[in-house]
């Protein structure tokens, strides 16, 4: 008895060509400087700026930070915000 081999012949073709083409969501990830979080008029917030601000706290804040990372984020987009006032209002340089 003869079997068809093209069916399995196809589907193998098929698995090799659909795991070796990369999906959709595999494209590359931007670099943390590249992932813009929050803009204000001009000035961005980056991933890398967050990550910066986050390691520049204290051991036990990083901890709440991780945990709390929208409040966190707030908090820096205020200090800029008022950084950015205070520049405007000529009181630092």
């Keep these: 008895m003869r079997r068809c081999r093209w069916p ?53 804040v990083q901890a709440v930070a991780r945990a709390q990372k929208k409040d966190m984020l707030d908090s820096l987009i205020s200090r800029r915000l008022i950084y950015q006032h205070a520049k405007s209002l000529e009181v630092i340089s």
Excluded at 31 to 40: F, G, I, K, Y
């Design 8 to 60: 399995i012949l196809c589907f193998s073709a098929a698995l090799v060509l659909g795991f070796s083409t990369p999906s959709p969501g595999a494209e590359k990830k931007p670099a943390p400087d590249e992932v813009v979080l929050a803009e204000m008029g001009d000035e961005k917030i980056t991933l890398d700026d967050f990550n910066s601000f986050t390691l520049n706290l204290p051991e036990n």
